[in-house]
């Protein structure tokens, strides 16, 4: 269940680029109720990708925006709550990560669902 996280340079402190896919995956993991499964743990991963400031846009104008999106199959986070969790606990990890004076309202979170059929880790589905 890949975690792409997107940051433009110098939102996210070092250590904030370091950490912050071990803790959105771990806030995924506990939000989803999968906590010390290991064949669930075993498929949470993801990527960060810093990208210079120039070329995040928001409203259609330079905006200094961290996108946090979340694939994974209908079954994952099958309730509004479960995804309530996720999302409030991903903006509070992405809060805590960015250098002082990030805005709440340019953190950005999506999950989508991959239908079934949809999705697989090497050939199974």
């Known amino acids: 269940m890949p975690i792409t996280v997107t940051a433009p340079e110098g939102v996210l402190t070092p250590a904030g680029e370091r950490e912050i896919l071990p803790r ?3 806030a995924l993991i506990e939000a989803s109720g999968a906590a010390g499964n290991s064949f669930f743990t075993a498929i949470v991963g993801g990527t960060v990708h810093v990208l210079p ?3 995040i846009y928001a409203g259609g104008v330079n905006r200094p925006v961290v996108m946090v999106e979340l694939k994974l199959p209908n079954i994952g986070l099958g309730s509004v709550e479960a995804r309530e969790t996720f999302i409030t606990a991903a903006a509070r ?4 990560l960015c250098v002082p004076g990030h805005k709440p309202e340019n953190t950005w979170i999506n999950i989508v669902n991959a239908p079934d059929g949809g999705w697989g880790i090497g050939d199974r589905q």
Do not use: H, K
């Open 24 to 26: 959105l995956s771990a």
């Open 53 to 55: 400031a120039r070329n």
């Open 93 to 96: 990890i992405v809060g805590e």
